[in-house]
Nanobody, 113 residues
Framework: QGRLVESGGGLVQPGGSLRLSCAAS????????MGWYRQAPGKQRELVGS???????TYVDSVKGRFTISRDNAKDTVYLQMNDLKPEDTAVYYC???????WGQGTQVTVSS
């Protein structure tokens, strides 16, 4: 049974930055693609982006050029660097191990002045 733990959320002003981390355990991390998702109040959970086992990231259009996904297989951790944050980025952010039902508990990101 895999386990994922997100961290790094918080309150930030518009234009600010945050770096989220997702630490994995109980799985062979290096063979899993990893995804970042978010869920805003009253909305469905949506994909933010993902990273392949080889380290190639993809993003949804709304975050391209602002967010960067990376992974460190030695630390079994995937990261989400978020720059130029906007109020509409406010959500609970989750990570997911591709092809599995394993989700973290989420970390709250609030962008507000």
């Amino acid at each position: 049974q895999g386990r994922l733990v997100e961290s790094g959320g918080g309150l930030v002003q518009p234009g600010g930055s945050l770096r989220l981390s997702c630490a994995a355990s109980g799985m062979v991390f290096s063979i899993r693609s990893m995804g970042w998702y978010r869920q805003a109040p009253g909305k469905q959970r949506e994909l933010v982006g993902s990273i392949s086992t080889g380290g190639s990231p993809t993003y949804v259009d709304s975050v391209k050029g602002r967010f960067t996904i990376s992974r460190d297989n030695a630390k079994d951790t995937v990261y989400l660097q978020m720059n130029d944050l906007k109020p509409e980025d406010t959500a609970v952010y989750y990570c997911n191990a591709g092809g599995t039902p394993w989700w973290g508990q989420g970390t709250q990101v609030t962008v507000s002045s």
